[in-house]
């Protein structure tokens, strides 16, 4: 009942304000109210640090909380500490680019395969299988590195700490991010295609190769570039394989000359790493978002001459 319907019955007192509050907010079939106003804070406090952060990298003085005019001299122009001219920085940038493309290069296809084989394995031990291979999800990270650092030191000694160790480390906690998202994508399309392709006279290599692998390629292509995106910028793993200086990666050197006093050129080389990890998320999300456009046209023109059909 209305503010105004109450006013014009007789013997009808109109609720008060703390009534009608109460109502507005508790009403279940409402529009959810503040929703949308917790959610733009929610982006705000989280957002706006990196923000001003990747700002400070253009910063013209050295100031690292003071912005005093947009310059690049701490990205070309200091002789020094500039992020392309220090060559600490280049070596850091370039060692968390080759083991970011290591890692994806190796974990994408052993990640794909355990993925088929735990996806199609019915029988004793398959759901133990499953769950290990999600082990390394629900390990702490700081757990991960020293067992990988004990490991590497007692059992493999033969493989030097360093780019070697570094990558067998990320391709080890790696393989279950694109385990999941194959899986994911399995599921989603179930063997009727395989068993299409088989019944119209091909091999069970031929359907996996020119039905399976082509349906799967969006899900391949996303958790290849998640790999990427989780290798570049790890640290705990990293710190606990590194073999000196020249293995140091842009979260180690960050770390590492963040403690002795912070300067715009630092945050240029995160702003790096920050604009690495978001290419290859959102280069999987435009493939992802292409792919199911072109899935759904396809399957509503199938619709469609199936109606002509009948």
Do not use: C
Not at 94 to 119: C, E, F, N, R, W
Not at 268 to 277: E, H, I, T
């Amino acid at each position: 009942m209305s503010e105004a319907t109450a006013r014009s019955l007789p013997g009808v007192q109109p609720a008060s304000l703390a009534a009608r509050l109460r109502g507005w907010i508790s009403n279940p079939w409402a529009r959810p109210r503040g929703l949308a106003a917790w959610t733009w804070l929610y982006m705000l406090w989280s957002i706006l640090p990196i923000g001003f952060a990747v700002l400070v990298a253009f910063n013209s003085g050295r100031s690292t909380v003071a912005f005093q005019g947009f310059s690049l001299y701490w990205w070309i122009e200091d002789p020094d500490t500039a992020v392309f001219t220090n060559p600490d920085y280049r070596y850091a940038v370039l060692q968390s680019l080759k083991l970011a493309a290591g890692d994806m290069l190796v974990a994408t296809p052993i990640g794909v395969a355990l993925a088929l084989g735990l996806a199609r394995w019915r029988g004793r031990g398959s759901g133990s299988a499953n769950f290990l291979m999600l082990f390394p999800l629900v390990t702490p990270e700081i757990v991960m590195g020293a067992a990988l650092f004990l490991v590497f030191s007692n059992l493999y000694d033969s493989i030097s700490f360093g780019t070697p160790a570094q990558l067998l480390g990320h391709v080890t906690f790696s393989i279950s991010y694109v385990v999941i998202v194959v899986r994911g994508r399995l599921f989603a399309i179930g063997r009727e295609y395989e068993e299409a392709a088989m019944d119209l006279g091909a091999s069970p290599t031929g359907a996996l190769r020119r039905v399976l692998f082509p349906l799967l390629g969006p899900a391949i292509f996303a958790s290849a570039m998640i790999v990427f995106a989780i290798s570049i910028d790890d640290f705990v793993i990293s710190t606990f394989l590194v073999g000196g200086q020249e293995s140091n990666t842009i979260p180690i050197l960050i770390y590492n000359q963040a403690r002795g006093g912070p300067r715009p050129s630092l945050n240029g080389v995160a702003s790096l790493m920050l604009f690495g990890s978001m290419l290859a998320i959102t280069l999987a999300i435009v493939v992802q978002r292409r792919f199911n456009r072109r899935e759904a046209a396809g399957r509503s023109a199938v619709e469609d001459f199936a109606r002509f059909e009948l």
